[in-house]
């Protein structure tokens, strides 16, 4: 009986010494980083996409760089363009939009299955991701995305817009 008992206490031992070593060991400084503002545009894209020839628009503008593509799926036509912006240009371009609206922005619905042209908004945030599909119907808050595609406008290349 003698070795039995000893043989439990050593295994409550040992147990109790490698719980003790194991919650003691140095954990690894966690990297703490500043959280990023939920509400802060990471991205926008506007795209124009449908009718009888596959015509396509798209553009994506982040903090730091504009891209356009166009074409028609056709005839295989296909044009690329990409640019840096600077944040001055950036903070210009988001400041039309208003990130309490975007909430109640209403889309309607596609046009593309009558040959329409479906014009279709992004808005990217750390928290969100904001898509509008023709939203211009709702005119009490398309106001902020006519004013974008304005802006847009002056930075693209003629060809584009």
Not at 27 to 36: A, C, G
Not at 48 to 54: E, F, Q, R
Not at 89 to 95: A, F, M, P, V, Y
Request: glycine share 4%; aromatic share 10%.
């Amino acid at each position: 009986m003698m070795p039995t008992t000893k043989n439990i206490y050593l295994k409550i031992l040992f147990s109790i010494f490698l719980l003790s070593a194991f919650f003691s060991c140095d954990k690894k400084e966690s990297v703490q980083t500043v959280p990023k503002n939920p509400y802060e545009i990471t991205s926008i894209s506007i795209s124009n996409i449908g009718g009888s020839l596959g015509y396509y628009r798209i553009i994506k503008v982040t903090k730091d760089s504009i891209t356009a593509e166009k074409g028609t799926t056709s005839t295989q036509n296909h044009k690329k363009w990409h640019s840096a912006i600077n944040a001055d240009t950036w903070k210009q371009l988001t400041s039309s939009i208003h990130m309490v609206d975007l909430d109640h922005i209403k889309s309607s619905p596609s046009q593309q299955s009558v040959d329409g042209i479906d014009e279709t908004f992004q808005i990217r945030t750390p928290k969100k991701s904001h898509i509008y599909v023709n939203a211009y119907v709702d005119t009490v808050h398309y106001n902020q995305f006519q004013q974008l595609k304005e802006q847009i406008d002056h930075i693209l290349p003629k060809e584009y817009k």
